[in-house]
């Protein structure tokens, strides 16, 4: 079945240690999103990518950056993570096919939950 | 700026019948969209609505006034399974960015 695959599913760092986390995706969407949601919060967006053009969002610490080296696979960096970091990590696709609805249907992976010792 | 409201908590008897609601404030509008999240999951689609009207799919529906800037998600016949955190969420015209609504919690009892 096509899918959105999140690696790993429980990530566990240390205070400042670089981590990656990764996102592939099957569905052959053009666009793809990182979001971070904290406990009982909502999904808070961090970039988004529509095809190859990537949109930072202004209040995403620069600490966090992203890569999408082709369609298919997506990274996100966390260079020094600090506590405050500590999160569900949630990718997210869609495609844009320009009819009412097809952009706004997201397709999640089931999350990567990064602990940060 | 894109910014929405909807209830942090709402408590139902399974079932019976429960409106979430969700209002918005948009510099421009295409849709509204619901997503489900149960606890530790992801988001999961439920419906968009980009016109004024009532979309039914199942047991839930979902309604649009485009012109009172308000819709609502409405869950019939609840189920102790449909537990979980609801999100209304709209696209933003300037970078075509999702974003979500702070999200209601659905606690439902037996």
């Known amino acids: 079945d096509a899918m959105v695959i999140q690696n790993p599913r429980y990530q566990v760092t240390q205070f400042g240690k670089p981590v990656t986390l990764s996102c592939s995706q099957t569905?052959?969407?053009?666009?793809m999103y990182w979001y971070q949601q904290k406990s009982s919060q909502a999904p808070k967006l961090l970039f988004h990518y529509y095809d190859k053009d990537f949109n930072n969002e202004a209040d995403t610490p620069d600490n966090f950056q992203s890569r999408r080296p082709n369609t298919s696979f997506c990274f996100l960096d966390i260079r020094s993570p600090g506590l405050g970091d500590a999160a569900m990590y949630l990718c997210a696709t869609s495609r844009d096919l320009g009819g009412s609805g097809n952009y706004e249907k997201l397709f999640f992976g089931s999350g990567t939950q990064l602990s940060v010792l | 700026g894109q910014s929405l409201e909807q209830p942090s908590e709402v408590t139902a008897v399974e079932g019976a019948i429960v409106q979430i609601n969700c209002t918005y404030q948009?510099?421009?509008?295409?849709?509204l969209s619901w997503y489900q999240q149960h606890d530790g999951g992801a988001p999961t689609f439920l419906s968009y609505n980009a016109l004024d009207g009532l979309e039914e799919t199942g047991r839930f529906s979902s309604f649009l006034s485009r012109s009172d800037s308000y819709g609502y998600l409405l869950l019939q016949e609840l189920q102790m399974k449909d537990s979980a955190s609801y999100f209304c969420?709209?696209?933003?015209?300037?970078?075509?960015?999702?974003?979500f609504g702070k999200g209601t919690r659905l606690h439902i009892l037996p």
């Open positions: 969420a709209v696209r933003d015209n300037r970078d075509d960015k999702i974003i």
């Open positions: 569905l052959n969407h053009n666009v």
């Open positions: 948009t510099s421009g509008f295409y849709g």
